[in-house]
T-cell receptor, first 114, second 113 residues
Framework: GENVEQHPSTLSVQEGDSAVIKCTYS??????FPWYKQELGKRPQLIID?????GEKKDQRIAVTLNKTAKHFSLHITETQPEDSAVYFC?????????????FGTGTQLKVEL | KAGVTQTPRYLIKTRGQQVTLSCSPI?????VSWYQQTPGQGLQFLFE???????NKGNFPGRFSGRQFSNSRSEMNVSTLELGDSALYLC????????????FGEGSRLTVL
């Protein structure tokens, strides 16, 4: 089955700096890679996703890059703000109409310090 | 539009008991998935239902089961509870089987004593 590894497990940055979280996946058939943000005591929420036919996607301060050959993808957050502090999960899935099963990484606790 | 609703939000059980958790998906969403979240293991897939049929199953013992009703509402059941079953159980809904994006509920926090 799919295996997703995520690094680092914790990340502390100064407000205004950039943050990068990296994930690798094992199943070359995976074609959908979402990122979820989970604030303390809250539900996970999708912040950005990318499909395997795209190499990069950007949404304001957030961007995701995908390298299918190396089987890794990364989340980039620029100009970090205190409200970016949360746990971020990457995930991978093989979307073929058979279901939405996501395999998650173990999460990155991001702390943005003032 | 109401989000995914899970009940109960918190519950405490003792070893050997069983528990049933409920999930109401977003209106119009036909796929419901369940995930177990623990500090050590992260988010782990339990199963997914679509049109009252289980479409995918994760690597959990048979004590974990679920079902989906004709109105897309779903329940999951855990029998013969063990201490290690203590976790946050998250339900997520999606429009179809190939949508990708999951909308999570707030979860049901289960503590097994």
């Amino acid at each position: 089955g799919e295996n997703v590894e995520q690094h680092p497990s914790t990340l502390s940055v100064q407000e205004g700096d950039s943050a990068v979280i990296k994930c690798t996946y094992s199943d070359s058939a995976s074609n959908y890679f979402p990122w979820y943000k989970q604030e303390l005591g809250k539900r996970p929420q999708l912040i950005i996703d990318i499909r395997s036919n795209v190499g990069e996607k950007k949404d304001q301060r957030i961007a995701v890059t995908l390298n299918k050959t190396a089987k890794h993808f990364s989340l980039h957050i620029t100009e970090t703000q205190p409200e970016d502090s949360a746990v971020y999960f990457c995930a991978a899935s093989r979307l073929t109409g058979g279901g939405n099963k996501l395999t998650f990484g173990t999460g990155t606790q991001l702390k943005v310090e003032l | 539009k109401a989000g995914v609703t899970q009940t109960p939000r918190y519950l405490i059980k003792t070893r050997g008991q069983q528990v049933t958790l409920s999930c109401s998906p977003i209106s119009g969403h036909r796929s419901v998935s369940w995930y177990q979240q623990t500090p050590g293991q992260g988010l782990q897939f339990l199963f997914e239902y679509f049109s009252e049929t289980q479409r995918n199953k994760g690597n959990f013992p048979g004590r974990f089961s679920g079902r989906q009703f004709s109105n897309s509402r779903s329940e999951m059941n855990v029998s013969t509870l063990e201490l290690g079953d203590s976790a946050l159980y998250l339900c997520a809904s999606s429009l179809s089987l190939r949508t990708g994006e999951l909308f999570f509920g707030e979860g049901s926090r289960l503590t097994v004593l």
